[in-house]
Every structure is written in structure tokens, then in C-alpha cells.
Nanobody, 124 residues
Framework: QVQLQESGGGSVQAGGSLRLSCAASGGTYRSKCMGWFRQAPGKEREGIATIYTGGGTPYYADSVKGRFTISQDNAKNTVYLQMNSLKPEDTAMYYC?????????????????WGQGTQVTVSS
């Protein structure tokens, strides 16, 4: 059973930065698609970035491309999301999720394991 634990959320002003972390435990970390999703109140959950633990080109949603960077530390079974130039519209609950394969765009219904989420609030 894979368990995912996010951390690093918080409140920042527009233009600021945050780094989210997702630590995976249980199961097999290798050969997994690790994804970051977000959900704002009243909106659908959106896949914003994915990375395959075995390597390859990360995926970014257009809404975060050029501002967010997904990375991983396989030795720590941890995936990161560096968020720069944050905007008020980035305010949401951010979730980490795992799936055996990556798709483009990442669809929440295909991801079987989820963390509990971490809140990101960006003020103008």
C-alpha cells in the first residue's frame, strides 16, 4: 500500500515561491508516475505536473509551465514541486498522487494513490 505525504504549503504574496514535497512510503517507488494536482473551491481537480520515476520528460499544464518545476529524489522516494512567480489564481489545495503510468494530460481518475493535500494560498 503506497502512502503519500505532502508538505510545504502555506501562504505567500503574489510573486513569491513555495516548494512542495511529497514523500512516498510503502509499495514500490520505482516505475511510477508521480503527479501534482490542485483543486480550488468550486473547481475540478487539475493535473498540473507529472514525472515518471524511471526518467523521461516531465509534463506541465499550460497554467504552470515556465513557473513550476517538478523534480524527484529517488534516494528519498520524494517528489518536489518548486513553484515560482505565484499568482492568486494558484490558490488551491495541492495533492500528490501516484499511478503506474503517465498520461498527458494527467487524469485524476487514473491515479490510485493520493496524499491528504496541502493548502497553498497566494494573496495579491
Amino acid at each position: 500500500q503506497v502512502q503519500l505525504q505532502e508538505s510545504g504549503g502555506g501562504s505567500v504574496q503574489a510573486g513569491g515561491s513555495l516548494r512542495l514535497s511529497c514523500a512516498a512510503s510503502g509499495g514500490t517507488y520505482r516505475s511510477k508516475c508521480m503527479g501534482w494536482f490542485r483543486q480550488a473551491p468550486g473547481k475540478e481537480r487539475e493535473g498540473i505536473a507529472t514525472i515518471y520515476t524511471g526518467g523521461g520528460t516531465p509534463y506541465y499544464a499550460d497554467s504552470v509551465k515556465g513557473r513550476f518545476t517538478i523534480s524527484q529524489d529517488n534516494a528519498k522516494n520524494t517528489v518536489y514541486l518548486q513553484m515560482n512567480s505565484l499568482k492568486p489564481e494558484d490558490t488551491a489545495m495541492y495533492y500528490c498522487a501516484s499511478n503506474p503510468i503517465c498520461s498527458s494530460p494527467p487524469l485524476p481518475r487514473f491515479f490510485g494513490y493520493w496524499g491528504q493535500g496541502t493548502q497553498v494560498t497566494v494573496s495579491s
